[in-house]
């Protein structure tokens, strides 16, 4: 009988979140020949090309694609088995603090995985912005926090997921086409918003701020009704919207990073058993849109 190795499937996971082999190698702690070798096996255990390979190129092939959500179910099931036999008596409640950016998905996937392998763990959810959650941090008012990494000063946090950040517009709207064309974007503080804002200077687009909120929901809305352009991580992209990129008029942007921070009195049981969680669930978060073709090298 063939059994899907989950270190392969961990390492594939790596290189689809990441899109190479090489950073790839660096998160699984393998060597790129090691990486490489563990996906011929898998590819041969699967008995279907994952890749298909351009010179130095790789995309994921459509049977790839389909094998990207069963590895991370798989992943996430082990993950849980585990937990729930690792201390099933933890209890007690948790202060969590996220912008409404990441709270669309994790919450009904991340936090339901949790709470079913820890019923006796209530957790109270803050939705804020990412220097709101820094101060309540520092203040003792939230015992965890996940932030966009390096927005609230100096305040790095623990690196836990990776994504790109797009510029979308509504599937059916014609928006991205106008001259200035309307932009949705955070307030000053936001550094995606800057991000936007230079990279359009950068090749000489010409915008206006048509929408400003701290609020993820109210810039989607202005997206998917068609009034604006908005930039977006890969996880708060909805099915109607449409990724825009250079062949548009809009230039690539870096990718989002989420960091996880804690409160200095978190330091019990519950709260490890919580960010231990998140940044395993987090990190194997899938796409809300079509996987998109990867490059590796």
Same mark, same amino acid.
């Given at each position: ?39 011929? $096996? ?119 997921? $990776? ?42 687009? $010409? ?30 992209? $909805? ?59």
């Amino acid at each position: 009988m063939n059994v899907l190795d989950l270190d392969q499937l961990r390492t594939f996971l790596a290189i689809a979140e990441i899109g190479s082999f090489t950073a790839a190698a660096d998160v699984v702690h393998k060597t790129q020949s090691a990486v490489s070798m563990q996906m011929r $096996r898998l590819e041969e255990r699967v008995g279907r090309p994952i890749f298909t390979r351009d010179g130095r190129q790789s995309r994921l092939t459509e049977d790839g694609r389909r094998l990207l959500e069963y590895a991370r179910r798989m992943i996430r099931l082990n993950d849980e088995t585990l937990a729930a036999f690792s201390d099933p008596g933890l209890t007690g409640s948790i202060r969590l603090g996220l912008p409404d950016d990441y709270a669309d998905r994790l919450l009904p996937t991340v936090l339901a995985g949790f709470s079913r392998i820890n019923p006796m763990i209530e957790i109270a959810v803050e939705c804020q912005p990412t220097r709101t959650v820094h101060a309540m941090i520092r203040e003792g008012e939230l015992d965890l926090g996940i932030i966009t990494h390096g927005e609230a000063g100096d305040i790095r946090g623990d690196l836990i997921r $990776r994504e790109p950040l797009y510029w979308v517009s509504a599937r059916d709207h014609c928006t991205h086409e106008l001259d200035p064309v309307p932009l949705a974007l955070g307030p000053d503080s936001c550094c995606w918003r800057s991000q936007a804002v230079r990279a359009l200077d950068g090749v000489g687009r $010409r915008f206006r701020i048509a929408y400003t909120s701290g609020h993820a929901m109210a810039l989607s809305g202005a997206v998917l009704a068609g009034l604006a352009v908005s930039v977006l991580p890969e996880s708060a992209i $909805r099915m109607n919207m449409r990724i825009l990129g250079p062949r548009d008029g809009f230039p690539d942007l870096a990718a989002a990073e989420i960091a996880l921070i804690r409160a200095d009195h978190a330091k019990h049981s519950i709260h490890d058993a919580l960010a231990t969680h998140i940044a395993t669930s987090l990190g194997n978060l899938g796409a809300a849109t079509n996987p998109l073709p990867i490059a590796a090298e």
